[in-house]
């Protein structure tokens, strides 16, 4: 069950229960009146039902953060966090009582309570320690994982050195969605979609605006439409075969509805490339420890995504290895520390011109030995040594494969949006070569070239799985075909 379940049955409406039960002491005084100020409108008086039997932990919640010395950092002392019960809790704050009332009254949204709970708190501090440990203690959550959530929370602020809650609260509400599995529920969907549509705005601009010009200067569809739009492709940077790829399903789809009045042009768009990136089903349960290497050339993003995607396996209650395969550069491989460590992996590394098969192959041992559930292997780009830097990954991939049958279980190419055509070229060079599972597409944050995702799909049937939105841990996201469309031609 999750998180909003959870807090719908603390805090059902009486009139929706089916046995009302005897109020906690949390709510037995209530100042009406506060609550409506917390709220932002009138409270209603009403009579929050007991709390149910503990029948569900926050169970992606990392109770505990790697053994490995080197892995993470002492957490801070929590020393102003008491999991005080929402009874005793009452006597010693009247917002309590306050944000017990105007959390039942609230509409049931993460982002809603995440407002209320934040009402008054303005920076890093004992009051959000307290009103964070307050939500769990009310969300019935173990004490013990509230507090690794906190203290991990905090350890992150310090290290991130973020004070104001306006820095921090998109990464709490990610944070919170994550590990209470929420990331599916409408709010964060929404939040996503939001983030994708500003992500894409000059994407957009490059393609949709011009597409009103197209629909506003056409009223058939016929072949000087089609030629216009094929401009318009072309520009955006999808490419030459992928755009008459498209152009063909397009015109087969409008031959089909037997359509002619571009009017419905948009919406015939959207279904297309809703259709193009549907993914394909593929059998997600592995073997553990899942092995995923990233590969890519220099400066996409590799580094940044790996420390995302560790970042997320945590936040999931995963136990994260990040292995350092990158071992041309020092700086790379110190790079890759700090952010294990700062997520909370365990890292493995061999130095600087360790050979990346034995880094691979000794990481594996050690994500085997300490029952990790999911390794990241960074690897090097440095494209100008085309043939060996092939011939070194393929090494890897047989390297890993003999160690744990399976592994790779995913090969993912990190493709950088930014640079438009050569995203198709990489992706057709690495995929000879190494047979790649899925593709991350880095930097569609600022460019106006994310039309190559639809290139990238259309050529080579490989699945987008995540976006890179900016360079914020939370700024990588499941990417959803459907939400881009919607997003690109709204
Ligand atoms: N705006 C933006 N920058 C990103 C994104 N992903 C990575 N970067 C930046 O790209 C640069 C290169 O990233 P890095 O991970 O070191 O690339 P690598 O050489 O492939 O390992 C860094 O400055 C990152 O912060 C993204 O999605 N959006
Ligand atoms: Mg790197």
């Not at 709220?39 to 990392?62: F, K, L, N």
């Not at 809603?112 to 203690?137: H, I, K, Q, Y």
């Not at 290139?455 to 699945?463: H, Q, R, S, V, W």
């Amino acid at each position: 069950m999750g998180f909003f379940s959870k807090l719908k049955r603390l805090w059902t409406k009486p009139d929706q229960e089916a046995a009302p039960a005897a109020a906690p002491e949390a709510a037995i005084a209530p100042d009406e009146a506060a609550a409506a100020d917390l709220a932002g409108g009138p409270a209603a008086p009403q009579t929050p039902r007991a709390a149910p039997p503990p029948d569900q932990s926050m169970a992606h919640v990392p109770a505990h953060t790697p053994e490995t010395a080197d892995a993470v950092g002492p957490a801070p002392p929590p020393e102003e966090a008491p999991a005080a019960t929402p009874g005793e809790a009452a006597q010693a704050a009247p917002w309590r009582n306050q944000l017990v009332l105007a959390l039942r009254d609230a509409e049931p949204r993460l982002s809603v309570w995440l407002s209320l709970l934040l009402t008054d708190v303005d920076r890093a501090g004992p009051l959000l320690w307290e009103r964070l440990a307050f939500l769990f203690s009310c969300l019935e959550v173990p004490a013990a994982e509230g507090e690794a959530f906190v203290s991990q929370f905090r350890k992150w602020l310090t290290d991130m050195e973020y004070e104001e809650v306006e820095a921090f609260r998109s990464e709490l509400q990610y944070r919170l969605a994550l590990a209470l599995d929420l990331e599916d529920e409408e709010d964060e969907r929404n939040r996503l979609f939001l983030k994708l549509s500003q992500s894409l705005a000059k994407t957009k601009e490059q393609i949709a605006r011009r597409i009103d010009g197209l629909l506003g200067s056409h009223t058939v569809m016929d072949a000087a439409f089609w030629d216009e739009f094929e401009e318009i492709l072309i520009m955006a940077d999808l490419g030459y075969e992928p755009t008459a790829k498209l152009i063909e399903l397009l015109k087969d789809r409008v031959r089909k509805s037997g359509e002619t009045d571009p009017a419905r042009f948009r919406e015939i768009l959207r279904e297309e490339l809703s259709a193009i990136f549907k993914p394909s089903k593929t059998i997600r349960a592995v073997n553990p420890p899942e092995v995923v290497m990233i590969i890519g050339v220099n400066g996409v993003g590799k580094t940044t995504t790996i420390a995302k995607l560790a970042h997320r396996a945590r936040l999931q209650g995963k136990k994260v290895l990040i292995a350092a395969g990158d071992t041309f550069r020092a700086a790379a491989i110190e790079q890759l520390k700090i952010w294990a460590d700062r997520v909370g992996a365990v890292f493995y590394a061999k130095g600087e011109n360790a050979d990346p098969a034995a880094v691979a192959f000794e990481a594996m041992d050690r994500a085997i030995a300490e029952g990790c559930d999911i390794m990241f292997l960074d690897t090097a780009g440095r494209l100008h040594t085309k043939a060996n830097l092939m011939e070194e990954l393929k090494k890897i991939k047989r390297v890993l494969g003999k160690k744990h049958p399976g592994a790779p279980h995913r090969c993912v190419l990190v493709l950088d949006a930014t640079t438009g055509q050569n995203a198709l070229s990489q992706t057709k060079l690495f995929n000879e070569a190494v047979d790649l599972d899925e593709i991350i597409l880095t930097k569609l944050d600022g460019t106006a070239k994310g039309g190559v995702i639809v290139g990238i799909a259309l050529e080579f049937g490989l699945p987008i799985t995540y976006v890179g939105l900016g360079e914020k841990m939370e700024d990588l996201r499941p990417f959803s075909g459907q939400d881009f469309a919607q997003a690109l031609l709204t």
